[in-house]
């Protein structure tokens, strides 16, 4: 039986840390550096690895961005609302895929710039943490085949009628199939990469404030999407029609 807090979905138990303190400007900052200064001081004038690095440093921003949109849909969805709107899970689910995704790719970047002896010192994931962002990140990009019952490796079993076949967004994780990744364990990785950064720039990113901020971002409903005044949903309905998205 899953625990409660990987199924459930309340305005009262969520708990997805909040990303204010990463600025997902580093790209900016590394254009300027090179414009202004030059490359980092550990990092080799060669295209392999400045190209590595490039990418590495836009993955991460991409991921920061991702994961701030899906906390902001999710905080839109378990809010107060007269009528039943699943439109915000449902665009949490798509920014939380690309967040994933973003996440791992960034993380291969830092390795392979690791290995080249770009980055050395900077924190690193534990293998428990990495496995579990693969092994996520894997299931939602190979969710046919697993549907379909093809298991292609020994460590990625096939779905389960019971699981989820897409991303589950629950109060302190995201469960597919029968694969788990906490909201913190996630944090975890990116705060990783964007120190891998300031670790090869050599100088800190700085917290986000208002002369530079992280994007900003605002969501809104239409009030035509609103419920007839004075009609909720009850909890039972709600919960319903949000596993209905993820189960068969």
Do not use: W
């Amino acid at each position: 039986m899953p625990r409660t807090d990987r199924v459930s979905l309340t305005r009262e138990a969520l708990a997805i840390p909040a990303v204010d303190h990463l600025s997902n400007n580093g790209t900016l900052n590394v254009l300027l550096d090179r414009t202004l200064s030059g490359l980092p001081s550990g990092l080799p004038p060669d295209r392999t690895m400045v190209g590595l690095f490039m990418n590495f440093v836009r993955l991460t921003d991409k991921a920061l961005r991702e994961y701030d949109a899906a906390r902001a849909e999710l905080l839109v969805y378990v809010s107060p609302h007269p009528g039943l709107r699943i439109s915000p899970y449902l665009r949490a689910i798509d920014h939380m895929e690309n967040c994933v995704s973003a996440t791992h790719r960034a993380v291969l970047n830092a390795r392979a710039l690791r290995e080249n002896k770009v980055g050395r010192g900077a924190p690193t994931l534990t293998q428990r943490q990495e496995e579990r962002l693969k092994f996520l990140r894997n299931a939602v990009e190979h969710s046919d085949e697993k549907i379909l019952g093809k298991q292609k490796y020994k460590s990625s079993p096939i779905f389960d009628k019971s699981d989820p076949h897409s991303l589950r967004l629950s109060n302190t994780s995201m469960v597919i199939g029968p694969h788990i990744l906490t909201y913190k364990e996630l944090v975890s990785a990116m705060a990783k990469c964007h120190q891998t950064i300031e670790k090869i720039r050599g100088v800190p990113t700085g917290t986000p404030s208002p002369d530079f901020p992280n994007a900003k971002l605002r969501t809104t409903v239409d009030d035509a999407t609103r419920g007839p005044s004075g009609l909720r949903p009850s909890d039972y309905l709600r919960e319903l029609t949000r596993l209905v998205v993820t189960h068969s």
